[in-house]
């Protein structure tokens, strides 16, 4: 039993997550850079670029190429893992650039590649999600523009209820998981996969109840990224002008 008197293995409500802690700009040789928690999740995201993209023939002539390579270390799971890529991390970081390309302004750009590197450190499903969250913050951090800040979250089926956010146990013994990636200004999805079985209503609750995550995290992506330029949220416009007597001086 994986949910008692609407209570979940790990003490959470239905629509409850996981904690999370992002912080911006941790890495000094990566153009933007992000470390995220998210419960037992560890994630590092850096990117580097734009830089001229080689091989050539990998350049497109009108936009940048955005690549994301997620790769999990041996240490990140319980039994170690084989390290390199496999096929679940190829997939991933695939659909983890696609995302990402979708928000990026790439025909700035011409001809050269933005390279996001996501290394988790400590894995706990819902690892893509934290990925996506964390390479978000990262392109910021370097000032990419973009059109959007993505944040991703899932929802799925356990022991017959719809829950936010997945844990460890759930994502194995659940019935189905439902990651997203979403553009939160205009609410364009930009990733969408599921894992199990859902009825249509079913999954209609699980992704009203995943964009709901998605706008919690998206408020502490803004945070870390405010907090890292040291402006805090409550900043308005006119604390950011400097007084008459300051211009003078
Ligand atoms: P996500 O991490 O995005 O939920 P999956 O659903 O594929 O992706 O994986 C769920 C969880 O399964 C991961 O977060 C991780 O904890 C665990 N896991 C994935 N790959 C491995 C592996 N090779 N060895 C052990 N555990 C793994």
Redo the contacts with the bound molecule.
Sequence with gaps: MLIKDGIRVDGRKYDELRPIKIEAGVLHRAEGSCALEWGN?RVLAAVYGPREAIPRHTQHPLKAVVNARYN?VPF????R??PGP?R?SVE?SKVTAEALSNVVFTEFFPRTSIDVSIE?LG?????????ITAASVALADAGIPMRDLPVAC?AGKVDGTIVLD?A?EE??EGEA?L?IAIAPRTGKILLMQM?GHLTFNEFEEALELALAGCKQVSKLQKEALLRRYHVTASTNESELTPKKEEVSA
């Design positions: 999740n999990m990140s799971v319980s039994d893992k084989r496999d679940r991933i988790v894995a706990e499903a819902g690892t893509r999600c934290a990925g899932a997945l460890g994502d194995c998981d990651p894992d």
